[in-house]
């Protein structure tokens, strides 16, 4: 591919969510989430609510997805939920089309940046896994920064980046993605096939709903430059 002039770029960093965005994850996440309850005797979240909390940092969505448990327990189903996720850890995908559409945007010349409630072990971990690491520029994970919708990820993104808000994109399946974006003053891009169905991402402010990353790809293609 021809690398897309500066000049000609509507956005120079494009910033993407992990789980449900990037990684086809958001079962996995659920049923750890569950199977943490199981094991610790309390009730489970419904797949409605366990799903809800998704991008958050994981003591923020443990917080909201079981929010009967007693502070006692709270760092067994943490340890609970961490041992379920390592085990299926491996066996988790990227959505098909993700990597050729990072390294066409890469190859374009764009800024690659991702913005996570990931651990920052669980994202590398995950980005050596599946061998695309050198493809973005910035991480930021929840656990070295704020939690979203806290914009604090992407304004540091922004500065390490030296890349101004106006000219970043966020990607994400969540309104905890849109709502970040849209407390960072970035332009935010929801897609349909992750946590959050399109009636609770309508919410939320973004400038259009994807439902596909075969869509997503058609979209950047005719958005990204002016």
């Not at 990072?102 to 599946?130: I, M, N, P």
């Not at 000219?167 to 003053?185: E, K």
Request: with cysteine; aromatic share 8%; glycine share 8%.
């Amino acid at each position: 591919m021809t690398e897309v002039k500066k000049l000609d770029r509507r956005y120079d960093l494009v910033v993407w969510d992990w789980d449900g965005t990037i990684m086809d994850s958001t079962p996995t996440i659920v049923y750890c989430i569950q199977q943490g309850c199981r094991d610790l005797g309390l009730k489970e979240p419904d797949d409605s609510l366990a799903s809800s909390v998704i991008g958050l940092g994981i003591h923020d969505s443990l917080r909201r997805a079981v929010p009967w448990i007693e502070p006692a327990h709270f760092p067994k189903l943490t340890e609970r939920f961490r041992y379920h996720y390592l085990a299926k850890d491996h066996e988790l995908h990227l959505f098909s089309g993700i990597r050729e559409l990072l390294e066409g945007l890469r190859a374009d010349g764009y800024l690659l940046g991702v913005a996570t409630g990931k651990s920052r072990v669980g994202l590398d971990r995950s980005l050596g896994f599946h061998d695309i690491g050198h493809l973005f520029h910035e991480t930021r994970t929840a656990d070295e920064s704020f939690s979203k919708p806290h914009p604090g990820m992407l304004l540091e993104l922004s500065d390490a980046t030296q890349v101004p808000v106006r000219r970043m994109l966020m990607i994400g399946d969540t309104t905890h993605d849109l709502d970040m974006a849209s407390n960072a003053g970035v332009d935010a891009v929801a897609v349909t096939y992750g946590a959050h169905p399109p009636d609770t991402l309508k919410t939320s402010k973004s400038l259009i709903h994807v439902d596909s990353v075969r869509q997503l790809d058609q979209w950047l293609k005719e958005n990204l430059t002016v």
